[in-house]
């Protein structure tokens, strides 16, 4: 009966194993029409000085908006793009649109701007190119731009490593900046912070201290240590994911130097942003508890 009952596991197992294949290639197909029309949409969170408090950044978030339905996050289909690689085209889409949009936000009120990239981009042969071609088109400067990336840039990227690292920098001696997205989460941390040309440190939200889930002291330590290591790399140490008053004052007391989270303000389309920025309307915050 056991054995009945593995074999029908296994079965069973088979069957969302392949649901899920087919449900991932509609995916793919569905979003390769997308890509190019206004269903792809940009929103921007707002970056947080925590020395001012003053709106510095914005980083943009893709989300999806297939007509008469609900948006669709970027975790429901940044990993088919990638697999798939629409992610070349979607990424390009997306960072020509949030360039244009942030190119009068930086005019007027000095705001930069952050946009994730994915490693399949980097690996592209003309993709520093293309950066500079989007900053040009937008008439946002080099300095306004930071590129995000994300541990996974250089694991099983073989040759493609040098090809990436050889675009981070040719961007940078332009004057993007590099930040290291997630920081703390993948493996081999520290040997990416030797090994690629960076500028910033986003801490992982998962390190926000948070007194329901753990010992505080101990989180306080290791926030504490990810900030010290950035400044020990004379790199700019930013949290993510910051939801309470006390976590700012955490983040403050240890001199980190930037925070996002929803406590700042939620992602927001690109009209609200700019009456966000404009001082106009407040962001869209949690209710406080
Ligand atoms: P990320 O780059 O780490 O972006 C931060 C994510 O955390 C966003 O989720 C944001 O809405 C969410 N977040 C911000 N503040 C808080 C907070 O206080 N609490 C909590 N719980 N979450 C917060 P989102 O927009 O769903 O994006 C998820 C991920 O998708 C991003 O993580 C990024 O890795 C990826 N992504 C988004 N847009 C793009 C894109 O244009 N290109 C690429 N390659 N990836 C993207
Ligand atoms: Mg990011
Ligand atoms: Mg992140
Ligand atoms: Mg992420």
């Given at each position: ?15 969302t ?5 087919l449900?991932?290639?509609?995916v793919v197909?569905?979003?390769?029409t ?8 940009v929103h921007?969170?707002?970056?947080v000085s ?8 914005v ?13 669709i ?5 940044i990993?088919a ?5 629409l992610?070349v085209p979607l990424g ?11 190119a009068?936000?930086?005019r ?8 994730n990239v994915s ?7 003309d993709?520093?190119?293309?950066v500079?071609?989007a ?11 930071i590129?995000?990336?994300?541990e ?7 040759a493609q ?5 050889a675009?981070?920098?040719e961007?940078?001696?332009?004057g993007?900046?590099?930040a ?5 989460t993948?493996?081999?941390s520290?040997?990416?912070l030797?090994d690629?040309p ?5 801490i ?5 201290p ?25 790199l ?6 910051v ?9 403050r007391t ?11 303000g ?14 106009v ?5 949690p209710?406080?508890r």
């Amino acid at each position: 009966a056991a054995k009945a009952a593995g074999k029908d596991r296994v079965v069973a197992y088979d069957v969302t194993l392949r649901e899920n294949q087919l449900r991932r290639i509609a995916v793919v197909d569905r979003l390769r029409t997308a890509i190019g029309t206004d269903a792809i949409v940009v929103h921007y969170q707002p970056i947080v000085s925590l020395e001012t408090g003053g709106f510095i950044a914005v980083e943009a978030l893709v989300r999806w908006v297939p007509p008469g339905e609900a948006p669709i996050g970027p975790d429901d289909f940044i990993p088919a793009a990638e697999d798939s690689g629409l992610i070349v085209p979607l990424g390009e889409q997306v960072l020509r649109r949030a360039c244009h949009d942030a190119a009068v936000w930086y005019r007027r009120y000095g705001t930069t701007l952050t946009v994730n990239v994915s490693p399949r981009q980097l690996s592209e042969a003309d993709f520093a190119a293309r950066v500079m071609r989007a900053l040009h088109d937008a008439g946002l400067p080099a300095a306004a731009l930071i590129l995000e990336i994300t541990e996974g840039v250089l694991v099983g990227a073989g040759a493609q490593a040098d090809q990436t690292i050889a675009h981070l920098s040719e961007l940078r001696r332009f004057g993007v900046k590099v930040a290291v997205d997630d920081f703390g989460t993948g493996y081999s941390s520290l040997a990416y912070l030797r090994d690629l040309p960076i500028d910033i440190l986003k801490i992982d939200r998962s390190f926000m201290p948070d007194a329901a889930t753990g010992d505080p002291a101990q989180q306080v330590a290791l926030v504490r240590t990810i900030v010290d290591l950035a400044h020990t790399l004379r790199l700019t140490a930013v949290a993510e994911g910051v939801e309470t008053d006390e976590q700012t004052t955490v983040l403050r007391t240890l001199g980190c130097d930037k925070g996002q989270g929803f406590h700042y303000g939620r992602p927001a389309p690109a009209d609200r942003t700019a009456e966000v920025l404009a001082g106009v309307v407040t962001p869209a915050v949690p209710p406080s508890r």
